[in-house]
């Protein structure tokens, strides 16, 4: 085991480290990425059920329809990714996040257009068409971005410094995404003319994304792939893969009631909109950099895997004693201290990618195939249907605490509502996710002889490519 430890260190500190320019063009692609789907999930719900007045019933069966649809066609666009045929396209990624990404930002400008404003069956329509090709384009564009992460390096520190600079980079896509909130709010005409600006600006870019950056074709272009039923049927036998997609779950059900509600919590941060906007800037962006930078640190001493669950243990003991603290009368303004603390105890997000990747990794190793697209795709199938599933919960959370919408303020009850939407229902989600991630295999000793093996068969698939 020592020697492999050796061998293993020896090559991940050798040719797989990547350049600057390939980790600029690399995280330049989350700026993107953040601008067009933040904007969509910090608006659309407003937009939509909000503005628009899509009535509960409709609007929870959109999601519905949106969960199938954008589920379904999840695994079948990895496996297009994945099946694309490299000599003949010259690119088995990239040509998805060169052309995709043109697209993905057409839909994103053509959807805040309303096709009516009174009838409910054509907002209905509106609405499933918009959110349901505006998602299949970013799996396909997110999807393939992810898929290239693994192809790039098999370092893990590098994997982890990479995901540290793909935050940095959402910090900067982030602040157009507090913007577009600020024009929402001053008009729908100022909002499209916003959009269209940021889809030209994301078009030209992912264009040249496509062109600047490389793959591996050495580690797949041989290889044979087995019919979609049995690659699934393996897939899903992984518990690498079933641990880490219940936990991403969890994840998005949070980040959905997250995103998706702001316009709603915005009622009890007791501010004016300006200010709140700036501070949720702040808090997502420059305090959560700085819980990433903790837990890069700790990820020199500790695996991943120990970090997520101690953060995670912390954060819920921390959101339900705010939800408590902030039921007394007058003690409203801590709230921006507890929501500071979670984001920082939320530094274990950081490790969301790398560890997906790491499944990706072990189905390698297991059946010696590189099958990324396939195995994001599938656990995107899951990851969809907790995001359809986090604004039905939200949304009713809402209602039955009495929540008015489109409403200058908000009754007692309905605040308190906002507050259990906030800390406790996310707590739940939390306790769920963290039961998942404590079953994960890959740390310690089995991660690094999981990463020895899949090093050694890189050595040999590189050395046949180059006969």
Not at 301 to 314: A, K, V
Not at 350 to 377: C, K, M, N, S
Not at 417 to 444: A, D, E, T, W, Y
């Amino acid at each position: 085991m020592e020697d492999s430890k050796e061998d293993s260190n020896q090559v991940i500190q050798g040719s797989f480290n990547l350049t600057k320019r390939e980790r600029f063009y690399y995280s330049l692609t989350n700026l993107l990425n953040t601008l067009l789907s933040g904007i969509f999930g910090l608006t659309y719900v407003n937009f939509f059920w909000d503005d628009l007045g899509l009535i509960q019933f409709y609007f929870s069966l959109g999601q519905i329809i949106y969960a199938i649809i954008n589920s379904l066609n999840d695994f079948y666009l990895g496996r297009l990714s994945d099946n694309t045929n490299i000599k003949r396209w010259g690119s088995r990624r990239l040509i998805y996040m060169k052309w995709g990404g043109i697209l993905w930002a057409i839909i994103f400008f053509m959807m805040w257009f309303p096709w009516t404003l009174t009838q409910q069956i054509m907002i209905f329509i509106h609405f499933v068409l918009s959110i349901c090709a505006f998602d299949m384009l970013l799996t396909l564009v997110w999807l393939v971005w992810l898929a290239l992460m693994p192809e790039l390096t098999e370092n893990l520190e590098e994997r982890n410094k990479m995901a540290f600079f793909n935050q940095v980079f959402f910090t900067i896509g982030a602040f157009p995404v507090l913007l577009a909130f600020l024009i929402y709010d001053a008009g729908l005409i100022y909002f499209q003319i916003f959009a269209g600006v940021c889809a030209v600006i994301c078009s030209i870019c992912y264009f040249i994304v496509g062109n600047k950056l490389r793959e591996r074709p050495a580690l797949y272009v041989d290889q044979q792939f087995l019919p979609l039923r049995k690659a699934l049927k393996e897939v899903l036998k992984s518990k690498s893969f079933i641990t880490m997609t219940i936990f991403r779950c969890f994840n998005q059900l949070n980040l959905s009631l997250t995103l998706s509600f702001v316009f709603a919590y915005f009622y009890i941060f007791n501010v004016s909109s300006l200010i709140i906007s700036l501070l949720f800037y702040v808090n997502t962006t420059f305090i959560a950099l700085i819980g990433y930078g903790i837990y890069k640190k700790l990820s020199q001493s500790y695996d991943m895997r120990t970090l997520i669950i101690r953060g995670r243990i912390i954060h819920i003991i921390l959101n339900v004693s705010a939800f408590l603290i902030l039921l007394i009368p007058g003690l409203e303004f801590l709230i921006w201290l507890f929501l500071i603390l979670g984001t920082l105890c939320n530094g274990y997000i950081l490790f969301d990618y790398p560890v997906l990747i790491l499944v990706t990794d072990d189905d390698e190793v297991q059946h010696g195939a590189r099958r990324e697209g396939l195995i994001i795709g599938t656990n995107a199938f899951f990851i969809k249907i907790a995001e359809s599933l986090g604004p039905i919960i939200g949304t009713s959370t809402l209602l039955f605490f009495g929540f008015v919408r489109n409403a200058p303020f908000q009754t007692e009850i309905a605040n308190v509502g906002i507050k259990f939407l906030f800390f406790i229902v996310q707590s739940i989600m939390s306790l769920l996710g963290l039961i998942s991630i404590r079953f994960f295999p890959l740390h310690k000793e089995n991660l690094e002889e999981m990463h020895y093996r899949l090093l050694k068969i890189h050595e040999e698939k590189s050395h046949e490519f180059k006969k």
